[in-house]
């Protein structure tokens, strides 16, 4: 199916860049943007949670640099909540899915009449072929793209390790916006706070002044570090700190993370998809350490500036790690016991990378790298 569509949409796209080609991006120059051809601006990045964390930095850089922008976002219908709260975003469009809905949401968007649009990340050909029907003169999108043609301009990877922030800050440098700040944003509303709050008090009877989050799970297991050895920490951290733990996990792996928790000396909370996202974020945002496989509760973590350490297996820090902060670190050993390249990923039989990783070395990370930074957090009061 996703052969014919993109068949369909690379003929539909052809025949209609024959017609009319698409405006080279340079008749877009600094003064016309200053002073008003562009007015209102769509931005694509309708893939996963860590996908739309990683755009938030072009999408201040390009609020600052041109604030009389009226900036609108097609997000992933779940995901885009984490821009919710975004003051930068003025308006938000959720992508529905591969089904009639997209005539809608392509109509919606044809009636915004926007003068830019700019592909961040999105899954072809539904970001390019909805980014061409909304009639904008100029969309700037990926050179890797097989529909890239239709583009008024492209951005190409230059070095296989440029982390995914700095890739999605490339395409709006195009247009003069930049930023020397690479974090990603989460702004979480006050209730949403009071919420977390709440279901902490139920849970452990009041909010921890050391909660702790593991994230064991994620979308794919290869990228899990093993069950046994976030038990064999979550018993460390809580013998060491007498932190209670949260725990995160969606719906779909509630079972493992629940596995996970029974065998935990201290109190815990498992999230298991009882919660919305922004309730998640909230609750995370309590906490004063978080281990977390490459997933997208990594990158919340990251966003919300909870201390972070990353456990990275098949792909690279570099790549998708903690980036431009001093509150997140990684571990990564895949180098040092893989030898296939490219990487299996999803087919691989036994995900050694993550097994390389102990649980000693998150330990010496915990004891060389956390302590020293919070030492409140580890001061005797608490004990």
Sequence with gaps: MHKLFMKLAYTYLARRVRRRPPRPLTDLDTTDLDTGEVRRVLLISATALGDTLFSTPAIRALKERFPAWELEVLAHRVFGALLAHNPHVGRIFTYPGRNRRLLTLARDLRLRAYDLVVILHGNDPEATLLAS????PYIIGSAKSPLAFAYAATVAPTDPYEHAIERRLNFVRLVGADTADKRMDLFLPPEESEQAA??????FGHVPPRLMALHPTGSDPYKWWPAASFIELGNFLYESYRAPLLIISGAGDREQAE????????PTLVTGGRFPLLTVAALLSHCRLLVANDS???HMGLALRAPTIALIGADDPRRVGPYGVDW?????????????????????????????????DV?????????????????????
């Design 133 to 136: 029907l909304t009639g904008s």
């Design 296 to 298: 997208g509760p990594l």
């Design 198 to 203: 709440a279901i902490l008090t139920e849970n």
């Design 363 to 383: 330990v010496e990370m915990i004891k060389t790298w956390w302590e020293p930074r919070w030492p409140s957090v580890v001061s005797r009061k608490y004990l």
């Design 328 to 360: 997140g670190v990684a571990l990564h050993k895949r180098q040092e016991v893989c030898t296939q390249e490219p990487c299996l990923l999803k087919k691989c039989p036994k995900n050694l990378c993550m097994e390389a990783i102990s649980v000693a």
């Design 259 to 266: 596995a996970i928790a029974a065998r935990l000396a201290g």
